[in-house]
């Protein structure tokens, strides 16, 4: 996909030439490279290069080296990332409004999995990348000298030197021979045509911002071969995985000194990268998705009293759950300890609902401070928001709950809701009104229809049943019988019996289901557009790498960066 030609601004016969080329998978080039015809995407289906039905050779599931060759889009967010330091916060946070891209804590995994992104660019997509290339052209106009650095009757040279400086940055590498002659060509035709320096450069940066170059990466590699990433193309996937924006100049400069071809050189960018605050704020944001809470914000309690559950107890579960999430990732625990810790950040809103004393010390800007949660909780699955996040408007739901282990806590497939049963279960439903959850989950586990799926994920339930709609712990239920939350787990975790969630947690960390999961999810949000599972050869490498550390959350990025499904591709182009 070369874009050879550009015409003058006052005509947009360039954008729909290039939009023509997008949208019919044509062949040409990227980074000067060869794209054979439907190469751009590996797919969404979650396959992996040589097929995910592959058994590996201990049992996991497909090829180490999980991906193929591939051209990918950047996310939204990555288009805004990128912009932002140019045009500013403002800008960006724009683009992200205007395109009705979600929040960095509502992530989907993979991140172009979710129907506001798309792994392709359909008609839609396409023209907001389109409107907001000629924002950027605009911006460009209207802030000249401070952007280009030329005066205002500048010569062809400064003008043009911004131009080339700035696709050379935008497209995350240095330009070939024959892209510079095609963006240099935008600037020459315009002011050919009559127009000014400023309307070349406003122009040719909205070339810049609407080019394929930047708006896609490529993963191909040096050759046809299996094998490594090149040096640019590992430093943007690194980058966007680290901090989801572009590669910085240190390692941008590493790529140009071919200084990432070792585990040690690409390790010490990591290491450098896991020290910014971007890298920090985008990881915990990760992480924070995975689990799913941030739709605590959007659930519907009835019922309750309003002090009990309102928007502001909400938004501090939800808080509560950031603060809980960032100390163990960066404050030298171990990823298990998401699992089973009870040091958690509460203000005055959350604290009968724990049954602790209020936190009167050490309390930060919203009046959060840190307290041991009581012994029957165990880390983000106890947690309030996590809990509430579950909850049905009437009720906390056993069913649910289990659901969202199994996925979000476990990385294992939920099972589709059987529609065409949908009547025979909710005759079922009706009849077992009256019995209490252990019953039902009893029932399900020994009768059709639901005996086939319910035991694979019903114990999570069961085993969180001493919470209620909003997680205050209680050991009887609404009718006033006693609980009991005892178990026997699935085998993923390990056919543990777990007397309750406390038990379950710590099940969950012993076997390494929980932690393996994170790592699982991690490494699905790098890949961006293409999962792996559990079970996966990829995520398998991951975890025995991370099983060979202090098992803190920065070795586990370690291990998923320094991985080969990350920084290599297989052959087959």
Known sequence: MKVSKHLPLQSSAWAVSVLAALLAACTGEVDGK???????????????????????????????????????????????????????????????????????????????????????????????????????GNEAFKNFATMTGCTDSPSADCAQGFLTKHAESAYRRPLTDREKASLLQVYTEVTTAGGTPQQGVQAGVRAIY????????????????????????????????????PPDAALLSAAAQNQLGTEEQIGAQVDRLLALPATKANLQNTVFASFGIARVLS??????????????????????????????????????????????????QLAPLYGVPEPTTGLDADGFGAVDLPENRSGILTSAGFLTSRSRPDQQSVVGRGLSVNDSILCQQNPAFPENLADQIKGLNAQQANLSERERATYRASNAPC??????????????????????????????????????LPPIAGSRP???????????????????????????????????????????????????????????VRAVALSKTLTQRAGGM
């Open 451 to 488: 005996l086939g799926c319910h035991p694979s994920f019903d114990p999570y339930g069961i085993s969180l049943e001493n919470f209620d709609v909003v997680g205050r712990f209680r050991t009887m239920d609404a009718e006033g019988r006693p609980i009991d939350a005892s178990v026997t």
């Open 498 to 556: 777990a007397a309750n969630a406390v038990e379950m947690g710590k099940a969950l960390a012993e076997t390494g289901a929980f932690a393996s999961c994170v790592g699982t999810k991690l490494l699905t949000y790098a890949l961006a557009e293409t999962g792996v599972t559990g079970r996966s050869c990829a995520s398998k490498a991951v975890f025995d790498k991370f099983s060979q550390s202090d098992q803190s959350f920065t070795a586990l």
């Open 299 to 348: 659930v519907v309690i009835d019922g309750l009293p309003p002090d009990a559950f309102n928007s502001g107890v909400a938004n501090s579960m939800f808080r509560e759950s950031q603060l809980f999430i960032n100390n163990v990732l960066w404050n030298g625990g171990k990823v298990s300890d998401l699992a089973t810790s009870r040091k958690s950040f509460i203000n005055k």
């Open 34 to 136: 060869f794209v054979p015809k439907d190469m751009g995407s590996a797919g969404s289906s979650g396959s992996s290069a040589g097929g995910s039905s592959t058994v590996g050779p201990e049992g996991c599931d497909g090829p180490e080296i999980a991906m193929p060759k591939r051209l990918i889009r950047l996310s939204f967010n990555q288009v805004a990332s990128s912009l932002r330091p140019v045009f500013g916060d403002a800008f960006a946070d724009k683009a992200l409004q205007d395109n009705h891209i979600p929040p960095p804590t509502e992530r989907t995994f993979p991140p172009l999995g979710d129907t506001s992104e798309g792994s392709t660019y359909i008609d839609t997509k396409w023209l907001s990348a389109e409107a907001i290339a000629e924002a950027a």
């Open 210 to 245: 609407d080019s394929p170059q930047f708006l896609y990466r490529t993963e191909f590699g040096a050759d046809a071969n299996t094998g490594p990433l090149t040096p640019y193309e590992l430093a943007s996937q690194l980058s966007f995985f680290l901090t989801d924006g």
